[in-house]
């Protein structure tokens, strides 16, 4: 028998082993999730999804509250019970804040943090259980590199991290311990990582980062810049964005979005609160009028984008008539949606020493009075939308016998399942509000 028949029953002899991911948080976690999975190696590891037995289990963390850190923990424990004799890898930014208190939960191998995880394949050298938890997590700082990342597979649209860190220091915010300083990667770098996912078929490209209106800071560059080059790339058809700070949507930037159809009439900006004193006692870097006059001129010159907030109530110190200040703002500028935060107090952050802290009680009340209202904003937005001719792509999955997708201006539509337009960007009619909150269409041909 000749090398190469050797080589060949090697291989058939080599048993995969099974690796599955599970992703916690925002769109940058699963872009990041999808690079690192890409790591593993095809001839030695098989993915599989997260819900079956596997071998090896990546959990990648966030830790933006809370909340998320009770979801992390419940989430290590459920993949410990389901396959206990499993290697557990957590990785992300609840790792790096907290990796002594992950390594505590019995079953865990193996903790990395933010500059690890990429390598997480170097630090899988043997698949044994751990008599203790390994941990590999170093402090941040100026030099930290930028780990290129973006997702493929299992998605219509593909969400590219063209930015990482913050440095804003928010007085109530534990990204920039999480994930260092404001850098990235080059344009040129971005571009090619554009090209590739073009070359998959992917039609959207939703860009990603943690401070996205910082891009350029560790190159010289402006995002501005970046999408004026990105919208180059032949193959894609649309450009969102994901999230921009409102100090940093420039009138350039809005104007671009006019005169660039690749680059979606959708904006998601971060309030946090209408009320001048809290945005103080957040370290915010702008203020509430400086919010609505984005907002004005976004609707000046795009009058049907889309555009949502995120809100955050019970900061310390927030009164009742602060809040009132806040729902009045925000009930009399054209927002359609909003997404709402309760505060959720953070270790090693300014605002956890704050005075003034809000009853759990009155929290949840505000809470459940702005998701009302943003209930009420996206159906307004949503009938002012009806009759209107527009682009929507249609996602991959069937859901009871519907194909949903979501317009240029981000409006989540249905229609009766058409195999036709899986991965496709019609133009079609917008006709009414379903039953499901999501606006039925008409296609047309």
């Known amino acids: 028998m000749n090398l190469c028949g050797f080589v060949a029953i090697y291989a058939m002899s080599v048993i ?41 289990y990546i959990i990648n963390t966030c830790s933006v509250t809370d909340a998320a850190d009770k979801k992390c923990r419940q989430a ?102 999480a994930r260092g300083q404001s850098r990235n990667a080059e344009i040129s770098a971005i571009m090619r990582e554009a090209e590739h996912i073009a070359g998959k078929g992917v039609k959207e490209i939703v860009i990603t980062g943690v401070n996205i209106g910082d891009f350029g800071k560790s190159t010289g560059d402006s995002f501005t810049g970046l999408l004026k080059e990105l919208v ?90 602060d809040f009132e200040d806040t729902y009045s703002f925000l009930e009399d500028i054209p927002l359609s949606y909003l997404h709402v935060f309760t505060f959720s107090e953070r270790p ?4 956890e020493k704050l005075p003034g802290k809000v009853l759990y009680k009155d929290k949840e009340k505000r809470s459940k009075s702005l998701i009302e209202l943003s209930q009420k904003k996206n159906l307004i937005f949503n009938k002012l939308n009806t009759g209107q001719v527009t682009n929507v792509l249609f996602e991959s999955t069937r859901n009871e016998g519907l194909i949903t997708g979501f317009t240029s201006n981000y409006i989540r539509v249905e229609h009766p399942w058409e195999s036709r337009l899986a991965g496709q960007i019609k133009k079609v009619r917008l006709n009414k509000i379903s039953q499901s909150g999501r606006m039925s269409i008409e296609l047309i041909e």
Do not use: W
């Open 16 to 56: 995969k082993k099974k690796v599955a991911f599970h992703t916690l948080g925002c769109k940058l976690n699963y872009a990041e999730t999808s690079t690192i999975s890409r790591s593993f190696p095809e001839e030695k590891f098989e993915r599989v999804p997260a819900n079956s037995k596997a071998d090896i």
């Open 232 to 321: 180059k790339v032949p193959g894609i058809e649309r450009f969102r964005i994901s999230s921009i700070e409102p100090n940093l949507l420039t009138d350039e930037l809005i104007e671009l979005t006019v005169k660039n159809e690749k680059i979606l009439p959708h904006f998601h900006i971060p309030l946090q609160s209408g009320c001048n004193k809290i945005l103080g006692l957040m370290r915010r870097r702008y203020t509430r009028d400086i919010f609505a006059s984005r907002i004005k001129m976004v609707m000046e010159k795009l009058t049907l984008a889309g555009i949502g907030a995120d809100v955050i109530v019970g900061f310390p110190g927030e009164s009742v008539s």
């Open 76 to 177: 290590i424990k459920k993949f410990i019970n389901l396959s206990p004799g499993a290697f557990i890898a957590v990785i992300g930014c609840y790792a790096q804040l907290k990796p002594q208190e992950i390594s505590s939960i019995p079953g865990v191998d193996l903790v990395l943090g933010t500059n690890e995880k990429f390598d997480i394949v170097d630090y899988i050298t043997g698949l044994n259980k751990k008599q203790k938890t390994e941990i590999h997590s170093c402090d941040l700082n100026s030099t930290d590199s930028f780990n290129p990342s973006f997702s493929l597979g299992g998605r219509t649209r593909s969400f590219l991290k063209v930015q990482d860190g913050c440095d804003y220091g928010c007085s109530y915010c534990t990204i920039p311990l």
């Open 348 to 351: 090693d952050t300014v605002a």
